[in-house]
């Protein structure tokens, strides 16, 4: 889509004072919104107000940590007042040593956008152009490639967000429509004149939560959807399995009040007929990863209000150090680039999401074998006939579900604990936020693919169920779901390669596709 026509499509998400959610950030990371900043004058002035200030003090000959001192341990180094202009170059430059794959154009978006948001607090000393700047970059979508590892998450994400300075100053490399190019031609190219940092600036890009609460909000929208669609798939494995609904009455988890888990509770009862009398020819109890399906995936939807008040609030701090206080003309040296409050909130998440990912391996285990899934073929493979005795179904597929679950739940230690003494014993205790988010979206992207394998495999196997048993009655909401998934993947008779299908739905997952409960 040309530029100006995906304008006219987008939203307009607003940057001042006031609070931002993870939608807005999800919303300019996927280019469904634009980033503007606002007209409001008192806006303006808090902004201003700060660097004012930093410039009264400077010309009063004022000791600023960051603006008239090295970094870090460096701090009792007093930098000449003829050399205090060239400080945040240096800062960026020396910090150009991050490795590993580089971040996605939505990852970079998302950084791009939560930086912004914490500068618009006014608390950082900067110039209302550096704001301007970096969304000219979001406006043209020219991204800096930002390599994901080199960051322990305090003093903030030092390392990826210097590959952000370096680029507003004309410096580094871009992604621009998905070709890497330098940043001086790309800027140059846009007619945006790069940046000389004023002395707090540099750090003030840097010195911050900005990597990690950027990949925290990725991870939490793509969690939020698992919840619903490992439901549905719950759903779907029941009635495979000619399972007994009552295990989701209203009643018996009215007694157990975790919100979330009875939210769960009550889409199973929207997807599946539970009668107020069981039937006679049920099972009195399921095993555990059908009938406490709610109970673990309720676990990470009581979860996500914690999870999102962490993640939104680091969202709308101002996170860097020191904090100008404009209007009280303070310079307030603390530590607020810390992310324990984003690693505890990752490494909590990928623990819950690869416990879905763990419970709907175990629901494939019974789907698939004849001795558990009450009637259905072996690996729920659809020959029949002399051909059934080459056809394998879905053998190999649970081997590579198994496998893809053993890889989620091996990432699930917590990185937060892995604290490590760094430079010079001045960041001697730090948060690792980073590599938890990393690890969590790595665990997220594991989980996808077991859940794309079994969206497979409860496809096949309601199809296989009500060949079995033409009158079984399917509830409208898996009517609908399994007529989405037969557009996508046909039923298995003859033995297919599934890699195709896999990818497809992969694809399906991460645009969240399906609308499943209200």
Not at 105 to 113: F, I, N
């Given at each position: 889509m040309h530029p100006a026509d995906l304008k006219k499509h987008q939203r307009t998400v607003h940057f001042d004072q006031s609070r931002l959610t993870i939608k807005d950030v999800i919303e300019i990371a996927y280019r469904k919104s634009r980033a503007s900043l606002s007209d409001d004058p008192t806006f303006r002035a808090a902004i201003t107000r700060g660097a004012d200030f930093l410039d009264r003090l400077l010309r009063e000959d004022g000791?600023?940590?960051?603006?008239?001192?090295?970094?870090?341990?460096?701090?009792?180094?007093?930098?000449?007042?003829?050399?205090?202009?060239?400080?945040?170059?240096?800062?960026?430059?020396?910090?150009?040593?991050?490795?590993?794959?580089?971040?996605?154009?939505?990852?970079?978006?998302?950084?791009?956008?939560?930086?912004?948001?914490?500068?618009?607090?006014?608390?950082?000393?900067?110039?209302?152009?550096?704001?301007?700047?970096?969304?000219?970059?979001?406006?043209?979508?020219?991204?800096?490639?930002?390599?994901?590892?080199?960051?322990?998450?305090?003093?903030?994400?030092?390392?990826?967000?210097?590959?952000?300075?370096?680029?507003?100053?004309?410096?580094?490399?871009?992604?621009?429509?998905?070709?890497?190019?330098?940043?001086?031609?790309?800027?140059?190219?846009?007619?945006?004149?790069?940046?000389?940092?004023?002395?707090?600036?540099?750090?003030?890009i840097m010195n911050g939560t900005a990597a990690m609460t950027a990949l925290a909000c990725l991870a939490y929208d793509r969690a939020e959807y698992l919840t619903q669609l490992c439901t549905r798939i719950t759903a779907m494995a029941s009635f495979a399995l000619d399972g007994n609904a009552h295990h989701f009455d209203e009643t018996l988890f009215s007694v157990k009040p975790h919100a979330g888990m009875q939210q769960v509770a009550s889409w199973l009862r929207q997807d599946l007929q539970c009668e107020q009398t069981e039937r006679n020819d049920k099972r009195l109890q399921d095993r555990y990863s059908i009938r406490c399906a709610p109970h673990v995936i309720g676990v990470l939807a009581d979860a996500l209000p914690f999870f999102r008040q962490s993640i939104e609030n680091e969202l709308n701090s101002a996170n860097d150090n020191p904090i100008i206080d404009g209007e009280g003309e303070r310079v307030l040296h603390g530590g607020h680039f810390y992310g324990g409050h984003i690693a505890f909130a990752m490494d909590g998440m990928k623990n819950a999401v690869a416990n879905l990912a763990d419970l709907l391996d175990r629901q494939m285990a019974l789907l698939v074998d004849s001795r558990y899934n009450h009637g259905l073929p072996a690996n729920l493979s659809g020959m029949e006939g002399p051909r059934a005795a080459i056809n394998h179904g879905l053998k190999a597929l649970q081997i590579s579900s198994s496998a893809w679950t053993a890889e989620a739940l091996k990432l699930t230690m917590p990185a937060s604990v892995f604290s490590r003494s760094t430079e010079c014993h001045n960041q001697d205790k730090v948060s690792m936020g980073t590599i938890a988010a990393r690890d969590c979206l790595r665990v997220l992207e594991l989980t996808e693919q077991v859940v794309a394998a079994l969206l497979i495999t409860v496809r096949q196997g309601v199809w296989l169920r009500r060949r079995v048993n033409s009158e079984l009655v399917l509830e409208p909401s898996l009517v609908q779901m399994m007529e989405s998934l037969g557009a996508d993947v046909a039923a298995i008779q003859e033995d297919r390669r599934l890699e195709p299908d896999l990818r497809l739905l992969l694809e399906r997952i991460r645009q969240q596709a399906w609308n499943l409960y209200a």
């Open positions: 000791t600023i940590y960051g603006v008239t001192t090295g970094y870090g341990d460096s701090c009792t180094v007093t930098v000449p007042a003829n050399l205090v202009d060239e400080l945040p170059h240096h800062l960026y430059t020396y910090h150009g040593c991050g490795l590993g794959a580089y971040f996605t154009p939505e990852q970079t978006r998302a950084v791009m956008a939560v930086r912004l948001a914490s500068l618009c607090k006014g608390y950082s000393g900067v110039s209302f152009g550096l704001l301007e700047q970096i969304v000219r970059l979001l406006d043209a979508d020219l991204l800096p490639l930002i390599p994901s590892e080199g960051s322990v998450g305090a003093s903030g994400d030092l390392t990826p967000l210097s590959y952000l300075a370096a680029v507003l100053c004309g410096e580094r490399e871009v992604l621009r429509d998905g070709v890497q190019i330098t940043a001086a031609q790309a800027l140059n190219d846009a007619g945006i004149t790069p940046l000389r940092l004023r002395p707090k600036e540099g750090l003030a």
